[in-house]
């Protein structure tokens, strides 16, 4: 018998897109097409705003009418919420885009007997999806619509009609629910009654606060299974799909200059390949940021876009250090090639640090990376997380051909062919910087620890910081490390 792997490929199951930045690579191609999807968190975890974006989204990008059954706030305070975020509700609805029907719900006011249901709500859900030929449903949240309900039996007979009447009809429902004490939703059932569960959080680490998302379960399709830290900002809800990074990036033999001509003759006459990564590290003084500004100059003069992720200092500083070296960065901030991206490691948790700097790259798109120092993150996390981070990053910026320089701040005590971080066999360059000390005066000394695919001098050169910039001194036969 022979086998064979040219199988003809699996029917997939159905899905709608969110169009929320990330998910839809999580989940593989969205939210279950004709059924409904449980979101569940605790408070200001951003279910509603995650349904809302499913429902904007769906009418604006996709042309799926959608309808909002809101059973805690009415129409005017979810558009005042998200107003912020750029959408606005009542020129949705005003275009017949959106119905948004806010349904009060008074536990007093219920009278549970054995003959309760829920027709009254379908007889309202149905006229609205028909109003607009609607293809998604957000119920806004469950736990309030059942409020009232405390016969077990009863609650659970009601949800299962609820979920079957939306199967029936083809809509493609979110419905958020609130964590319970020991379940994912307060009474527990929703949860095994959805096809797909969604479960958000907003924790606060060491005075860190980070959100993230996990697919609990999604029958009938793969997906991404591992804990995604989002990002809400002034264009909504971004999500990190870290574990879809694979070492499947390409190698180009285009060869770009490190913006020093005596540094490229020591990385054998060409200077880096491009989309690698280089690490320049040292400890304080050694001119790892001006090295830095050098090969950023560089590509800017090729024509070239590059963003620069500060840690350590503000635009302003750093365009005036460089100035005083005579780099003048300026002109290239003028003309739109440099952006710097400048932010205290401490205001962020590692995570959503690399969400926005996925996000910058996105939005400017460079081919030139600089992260200095990378090392500063280490404030925030451990050494063990930061280097998982950066690994992240590097793939990130790999697959989309991104030459991406980091520089590393080496304390005084540490060997000098170590990385605090750990980080130096990802890299595909390492350029070492030192300072030494004779007859009175300090010595400045640079040399290629190691550099992948090319052949590089041995030699350590002794380098000034003038006021034109970097001047690395002739040969004088000393050897390398």
């Not at 992948?452 to 390398?480: K, N, V, W, Y």
Request: net charge negative; proline share 3%; with cysteine.
């Amino acid at each position: 018998m022979t086998l064979t792997t040219d199988r003809p490929p699996r029917p997939g199951l159905r899905k709608s897109l969110t169009g929320i930045p990330g998910l839809d690579e999580v989940t593989l191609g969205g939210l279950p097409s004709g059924r409904p999807t449980l979101v569940c968190g605790g408070p200001g975890s951003a279910k509603t705003l995650f349904g809302i974006s499913f429902l904007v989204n769906g009418a604006t990008l996709y042309d799926e009418p959608g309808v909002l059954m809101t059973f805690e706030q009415n129409v005017g305070e979810l558009a005042a919420d998200v107003r912020s975020l750029g959408v606005d509700l009542h020129a949705l609805i005003a275009d017949g885009k959106l119905v948004v029907d806010y349904v009060h719900v008074e536990r007093s006011e219920i009278e549970e007997t054995g003959e309760y249901d829920l027709e009254g709500l379908f007889v309202r859900l149905e006229h609205a999806v028909k109003s607009i030929g609607a293809k998604r449903v957000m119920f806004d949240t469950i736990e309030a619509l059942f409020s009232g309900f405390e016969n077990d039996a009863i609650l659970r007979a009601e949800l299962r009609r609820l979920f079957r009447w939306l199967r029936d009809r083809e809509l493609t429902t979110v419905i958020t629910g609130e964590m319970g004490k020991d379940s994912l939703t307060r009474h527990g059932l929703e949860e095994y009654v959805s096809d797909a569960v969604i479960q958000l959080d907003h924790r606060v680490h060491e005075q860190v606060s980070t959100r993230r998302l996990r697919v609990v379960k999604y029958r009938g399709s793969h997906h991404g299974t591992n804990e995604f830290p989002f990002l809400i900002d002034a264009d909504g809800i971004s999500v990190l799909p870290v574990t879809s990074l694979q070492l499947q990036h390409g190698a180009s033999d285009e060869r770009i200059s490190s913006g020093q001509a005596e540094l490229d003759a020591m990385l054998g006459g060409v200077g880096y390949y491009r989309g690698s990564t280089v690490l320049v590290s040292g400890t304080a003084g050694t001119g790892k940021t001006t090295l830095s500004a050098h090969f950023v100059d560089a590509a800017c003069a090729r024509g070239e876009r590059c963003l620069y992720f500060l840690f350590e200092e503000s635009p302003q500083q750093m365009r005036r250090n460089m100035g005083a070296a005579g780099i003048d960065l300026g002109r290239w901030i003028d003309q739109g090639q440099l952006h710097f991206h400048a932010d205290r490691p401490s205001r962020h948790g590692l995570e959503m640090h690399l969400m926005m700097m996925h996000r910058a790259v996105q939005q400017f798109q460079p081919s030139v990376v600089v992260v200095d120092p990378m090392t500063n993150l280490l404030t925030v996390g451990t050494q063990v997380d930061v280097r998982a981070m950066l690994t992240r990053l590097i793939d990130f910026l790999k697959t989309r051909g991104i030459t991406a320089l980091f520089t590393s701040l080496t304390s005084a005590d540490s060997e000098l062919e170590t990385t605090e971080v750990m980080i130096s066999s990802l890299m595909d360059t390492w350029v070492l910087t030192s300072l030494e000390e004779a007859q009175r005066r300090r010595h400045r000394w640079i040399y290629v620890l190691k550099s992948r695919g090319t052949a590089h001098s041995p030699e350590m050169r002794e380098f000034q910081i003038t006021d034109r910039g970097i001047r690395i001194l002739p040969a004088q036969g000393r050897e390398g490390a």
